[in-house]
């Protein structure tokens, strides 16, 4: 008989909503997670959209660490020389479905794995789960330095890198074009501080993503989201764009918080941690085999992240495969089967639920961005002079508007214009 | 505000004698090593003026970018996973 009926690998978002729910349904569950405390390993940029935890745990921002609810999103595009936002403050993100948070991974991830701590399950914390015991072919347990665990199944919530999808044959290496690194910021600053910069009040925050010159026109871009009392800034870029890329990444992170929309945002902040991490953002061109015989891959693993652009996922996924998985594991329980004859039935509750309709929706989004240059180089120009066009007064002889921006569209190529603007219709 | 001292306010406990990545540089291509150098959020890879490769552990952030970019090279690159209670701990992230 096994040690456990689930072995949970990773106590992230998606391992610890796991495990929460099949304890709760009355699994034996051990989670071993990596970092000296849940969350230690991990990164966000980062929000939160809140209503898959939502539905795990209704209510659930009232007492867990959030930092700010975002009620302002900011889209910028930049140059080096110029900056042109779009700012949009709203109440109508109230509702919890609705919501979403700023939230910092080293708190938040404590906390849900203490819900999952507290239903039930045992938590090996830091632990390493180093290899996939094999019985006859099958996964049967993990091995922890010298000790063997077993389990009925094993499921893999151990991050983007997860080097045990990998050896269970589930998942290829990762492609540097189906990944993004990221490197991020975390500036303390007064809380009044950043309610008077950011236009916010108390427990509000705001996302604020940059496009163009943050990335040097790779694909790519920045981000500042509020916390409580401190700021994310930080930068992300394509691995297969920045291998040809004659800048170092530190260097053009640095270059972006310096620069002159950046610089007074952070003024007087205290840098108190710098992070990277890996995003997957291959979308379903890099979806792995999700189940085999007593075993499952979820979340970042799973590589379940979606960016387009404007709204950058993640945490939603991984917290519903997480819940989706337990499902799936709960009815092997009870079917005494953990066979991939009845675990493939995550993948078919993931191509039922927003997970997978959502990769699918937007298949094309990855190849559009990555094939898309445009967007990071020139469209912030022609932005950048169609505003100057309007803005600048000078003396020198005024002319219509459109005859200053028409010139300006031209050169960008209007058959461009329209066919970008197009394909970006059916991908985003 | 460059890389290092930026790096300076994280905490991490280095495991001695024990990297977590070894790099063997001889097995690289030109075009590769360079891009190491550049990919580095932490900019732990960099070259001597004779263009030698120099790598330092202490300090990963253990992203997996550089496991990424070497992959395609069989054997340069051995990436793990830190031992439990060792490498960057996050106390925000």
Redesign the interface.
Known sequence: MADYDAIVVGAGLAGSTAAYCMAKAGLSVLVIE????A??????GGRLYAHSLEDVFPGFADEAPVERKIVRERVSMMTDDSCFTADFHSSRFNEPHSASYTV????F?AWLAAKAEEAGCDVVC???ADELILDNGKVAGIRSGEDELTSDVVLLADG??S?LGQKAGLKK????NH?A???K??VELPRGVINDRFGLNDAEGMAHLFAGAPSNGMVGGGFLYTNKE?VCVGLVVT?SD??K???????L??KFRESAPLKPLLAGGK????????VPEGGLHMLPTLSDDHVLLLGDAAGLCLNLGYTVRGMDYAVASGQLAAQTVIEAREKADYSNAVLKGYKDRLEQSFVLKDMRTHKNAPEFIEHTSRMFNEYPELVADVFTQMFKVDGSPSRLFLKKALPLVSRAGIFNLIKDGFKATRAL | ???EQ??S??KFAVDEGNPHIVLHPEKFDE?TLK?L???????LYTRDESGRMAFEVAGC?????C???A?HIPGALEW??????F???????
């Open positions: 990596r970092g000296n405390t969350g230690a390993k991990n990164v966000t910092l991974r080293a708190e991830d830091p632990g390493n983007v890198n080097l290496e990762l492609a540097p990944v690194v990221g490197c910021e975390v401190s691995v920045l291998v890329s004659s800048a170092r990444l530190p260097d992170m640095e840098l108190v941690e710098y992070s990277a991490h890996l | 505000m460059n890389v930026k790096l306010v994280d075009a891009a150098t550049v990919i580095c959020p932490a900019g952030l253990e992203c997996g970018t496991r990424v970019v992959a793990n996973y830190p031992r439990a209670s490498g960057v701990q996050f106390r925000y992230g």
